[in-house]
């Protein structure tokens, strides 16, 4: 039996149909938000992961019908222009398939950075992307750009409009 | 038609050799690229395969009508339904479309089941009643090679059998080594699982939207399976989520076309992960038996090796993937005589094929294993021995005897490979300093810090590019231009490794800095070759660049005859039309005019080799590697962290440096991944970790940190002076992470990947 879902994908009312086991990333992708890439659907490779209400999660993992009223976000909505153009132009990504669960993995640790007051080292961000694999990269441009854009957002006084 | 003189003057853009930009980079960084299982047409259903739970059995009924019965499940077909050949394969056809009498492996597709939902499809497969006679599997290669071996199939249990033989090979030496050395089961494991959407056309033909590396082998083998005309088969590249071999055979393409075509609908298919692991052809486990012969100063006097692969329940690349296993299983060296007999075997295990690096991977950790096994007993360097016998100009290759090419430099890159700095620390660091991760065990701080050893290790790899063994080869490709600019068009497949970018480079310098834009490859663009053996970028810039300078004389002319002018008046620079000096846009040295041509690359030919030695020129040229690895052990734990692997890799001319040192980490981290803990493990022939949470691929946390020197000779074959670059980073990172855990531990590391209970200290 198919349940209606409503949520918000990156602030677009969206209306997911699900059955009781269809997790939120098989509701998300039958509802052709395909920009969530399912890997494993078992919680393992974190290709599907979005925020949830602000925390981030596998999406293959949540119940679809938990989710009603929820905000999720996805790559699209979360990614930083200078996150964009840091992966681009230090080669984070080859096939992509990876690519939108580590932008919304590395958006979520750079935005808890910044709370925190402080740039991201590479260990940090080794372990904080640790749940994202990448066949094809080897990580280091992934590992780079994120702790490069950490860098220059901890520079940026807040308020100072830059 | 007219003809020039003398090409046109075509001002290049500078593209080739730079780190630009990659198209297809912004629509994955937002998720609008559209992988194979992204894709959605109106009407369409699902499909999903019935698989054997058994390695070995008679195959006795396929019981489909509790599934027809199931609400929304439109079809089931097994091999009965199958109206063209029931046999396919990549090379041989020995595979079965969908079971046929017997199965051979666990996860053999029986059957193919269609729904109106995924979720549904799958529920009807699980319905699906397949009665099966069990038989005992034949899990061991040597086994299935033995005298009263059961036959494992019509075509006998033995795929290829090589055997390569140059030199006095009655001597004996005054040192000699002996060494058996054994590889797991690699899987490809990239990240997006098998998908593909078919589509029926109006013609009676089929439209397949595969993620695949070579869309004419798929667009063959579905034509046979369904009897058609090739013509009548279209096979069009879908967004791949990594290949690195593991796309080059078929596996959902024949199932969702004949039902697209037997139901008048489109059918697509996503695998799971599970499914994944037992649907395409993982690397060749391999047990390689050495005799190395030497003089007192180290000097090779010979090289002796028995190579078995186990090749699985079916063909697919088994033949080619014995030749790299065997032509590479001398290395890098100069040796006078050399004895290499191999054995591609049939048995019950999963299906066996390529993987990047192609049997050469299994052949680089065992000669380089054996040549330290020979350091040692020589109380040689082990750099200094492979110094002192590395190939260099006028040397011929050891086990083919064709002359080596004088512009590898394989000294040089072990010499620069050393010259590379050593981890910062120098030194093991206690579990307490800084980056938990920079410790054996990790976060979970198993390791107490006592008995924590560093190792380092070097290795030097070797294989050729492109096909070889005098397979015909070429690439085909087309160029259209109009005053938007110029279109590609060709069938080599993008699987994630920057192919459209490097052609948007090497046709924007043949184009004079117009803009251009790659069409999604499609098998009516003409034959291309798959994209394997570190190829593509080679074939398909040889074609694009012929293409292209077709293209600008033909460009020359239709705008001399537009403007007037002399056709020898025509160039091309920064982007704009140069007539008559006068630079001019392209729309308006074009008008509403387009300008099509066609180009063609053809291969340097090769050689078979002799039937009985397999001597002669088998490989156009070759790629040349080095490794240095370090690691730390916890020797009371068997527990290692790879701390940095530094590289000196030939490619020729890196087009752009950007994507190659991208294939070096990502190449290395499959190396270091296979050296450590990956293999698909198949107790009675049963895969037993086909997940995620069981196999492990290296995560952020366990990747060294990579150095590398990108050494740039330049090919004097290749187009642009390129050489291939996808496979070396993980033909020597495995042995060179071995032979650091063997300094470590003292151990001696005789199969990878390492266990455990492999580098406790003794
Ligand atoms: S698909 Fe959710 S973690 Fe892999
Ligand atoms: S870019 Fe292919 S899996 Fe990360």
New interface residues.
Partial sequence: MLEEVAVTVDGTPVALEAELTDSLLRALRDAGRTQVTGGCEQGECGSCSVQLDGVLVASCLVPAVVCSGAEVRTAPGLLGDDLAEAFARRGAVQCGFCTPGIVVAAESVLARAKDEGHALTPPEVREALAGNLCRCTGYEGIVAAVVEVSERRASVVPGSGA | MTTLDAPPTVEGAGLVGR?V??P???P????????S??L?VPGMVFGATVRSPVARGVLRSVDTAPALAMPGVLAAFTVDDVPGDRWIGHIVRDQPVLADGEVRHHGEPIAFVVATSQ?QAWRAADAVVVDIEPLEPVTDPEVALAEGAPALHPDGNVYRRLELRRGDLTERAPVEVHGTWETGRQD??????ESALAVPDADGGVTVHAATQDLHLDREQVAAALGLPEELVRVRLA??????GGREDVTCQAHLAMAARALGRPVKTTY??DESFLAHPQRHPSRYRYTIGADADGTLRYVRARVVLDGGAYASTSGPVLGSACYFAAGPYRVPAVEVVGEAVRTNNPVAGAMRGFGAVQACFGIESTLDLLAAELLIDPVELRRRNALRPGDVFPTSGQPFDATVDVVGLLDRCLALPLPDPDEVPMPAE?????FPGG?GRTSTGEGVRRGVGVALGIKNHLYGSGMAEWSLASVRISAAGAVVRTAATE????LTSALVQVAGDALGGMPVRVATADSEAGYAGSSSASRQTWMASGAVLSACRRAVEELALVVARRHAVDPADVGLADGRVVVAGRPLELADALGPEVVDAGGRYDAPRTHPGDPTTGQGDVHVSWMAVAHRAVVDVDTELGVAKVVQVATAQDVGRAVNP??V??Q???????GVGLALTEHLDAPGGLVANG???DYL?????D?PE?VADVVEPGDPQGPLGLRGAGEPPSLSSTAAVAAALRAATGRPVTRVPARPQDLIAP
């Fill in positions: 780190s930009a990659r297809d980079v912004p994955k960084l937002d998720g609008s690229f559209e992988f299982n992204d959605s979720a490809q494991a990239f990240l997006g699982p967004g791949v989520g990594g290949a690195f799971r992960r800084g980056d938990p991760y920079a976060t699987v994630g490794q920057g950007r994507e040192r991208g070096i980490t990502g190449g290395i981290s499959q997940s995620f949470t691929i290296p995560t952020a946390a990747m990579v």
